[in-house]
């Protein structure tokens, strides 16, 4: 029997890695995570879209959380989407006055998500996004992407992270406006089309 030497890690063979889950379904999502919006705000929008996988099949047990600044730009501070009761530890959920801009929203069985909130306004230089982090199957680390609204053309195109991208790649971070405050975005998590997904580091 031949002994390795593990006290230095050129000496170790790396063992392969593992997904874990998808268990998102356990836990990680609340009631009402996809109505970020307070009750009757005239600001609400709904974002819908699909999550595909890289041979373009939706993807019925992926979680979003999305987050996003309010009208003016400002980021909310309110607590809301993971209140509990002091007294009896019960989860009370948002208080559907205050707006937290957090939420936390499962893909049904046709891959299919929504979340309704309020549309960010610009903060800086950058164009009004909202932040979104996608867990899946097959992900050994979670993506983040943005979700940008379209309306201003200019602002969207001075944006700092936009203006960088070729047309076609710019796309894929730029919901589809469907009328009446709804807007369509897709995730495309490998193939043709897929999303841009940036890094944080």
Not at 6 to 34: D, K, M
Not at 134 to 150: C, E, Q, S
Not at 158 to 165: F, G, H, T
Request: charge should be negative; hydrophobic fraction near 35%; charged fraction near 25%.
């Amino acid at each position: 029997m031949t002994k390795i030497d593990t006290s230095s890690p050129e000496n170790v063979l790396p063992t392969p890695s593992h997904t874990v889950g998808p268990f998102y379904g356990y836990a990680l999502p609340f009631r009402g995570g996809e109505d970020i919006a307070p009750l009757g705000h005239p600001d609400t929008v709904t974002v819908h879209g699909y999550v595909y996988d890289g041979e373009g099949k939706p993807l019925p047990d992926a979680l979003l959380e999305v987050w996003g600044a309010d009208p003016k730009g400002d980021l909310p501070t309110a607590d809301g989407s993971m209140r509990r009761d002091p007294a009896s530890g019960d989860h009370l959920g948002r208080n559907g006055v205050e707006f937290t801009g957090f939420g936390r929203i499962q893909t049904d069985a046709d891959g299919h998500w929504y979340v309704r909130t309020l549309r960010p306004g610009a903060r800086g230089q950058h164009a009004p996004y909202l932040s979104v982090c996608v867990f899946a199957r097959g992900l050994l680390m979670h993506l983040f992407t943005r979700i940008h609204l379209p309306g201003d053309e200019a602002v969207l195109a001075a944006d700092p992270l936009l203006s960088r991208l070729d047309a076609d790649r710019r796309s894929t971070l730029i919901a589809v406006d469907e009328g009446h405050g709804t807007y369509r975005f897709d995730i495309r998590l490998q193939g043709e089309g897929e999303t841009v997904f940036l890094e944080f580091q």
